[in-house]
């Protein structure tokens, strides 16, 4: 059975984890995964990110997408 409360709005998300790497500022920290554009039925629970502490990189341990510190 289709959500009637997603179902219509399918276009304004992305396909969760699409990307393998995501590179963001430390202005955009905390990052967590899956990002809140991300549709919510084919992805894991969401999971904060230590990007900062890891020296600037981080793997989700749910999908694998990799985070990385630009500045």
Request: glycine share 4%; hydrophobic share 30%.
């Given at each position: 059975m289709v959500?009637?409360?997603?179902a219509?709005?399918?276009q304004d998300f992305t396909?969760?984890?699409s990307k393998t790497a995501i590179q963001l500022k430390?202005?955009?920290?905390?990052?967590?995964?899956?990002?809140?554009s991300s549709s919510l039925w084919n992805s894991h629970?969401?999971?904060y990110i230590p990007v900062a502490e890891?020296?600037?990189?981080a793997k989700c341990p749910y999908c694998g997408t990799l985070y990385k510190l630009i500045d």
């Amino acid at each position: 059975m289709v959500n009637p409360n997603t179902a219509a709005k399918q276009q304004d998300f992305t396909t969760p984890n699409s990307k393998t790497a995501i590179q963001l500022k430390t202005t955009e920290l905390p990052v967590h995964c899956p990002a809140e554009s991300s549709s919510l039925w084919n992805s894991h629970p969401k999971v904060y990110i230590p990007v900062a502490e890891n020296g600037g990189e981080a793997k989700c341990p749910y999908c694998g997408t990799l985070y990385k510190l630009i500045d």
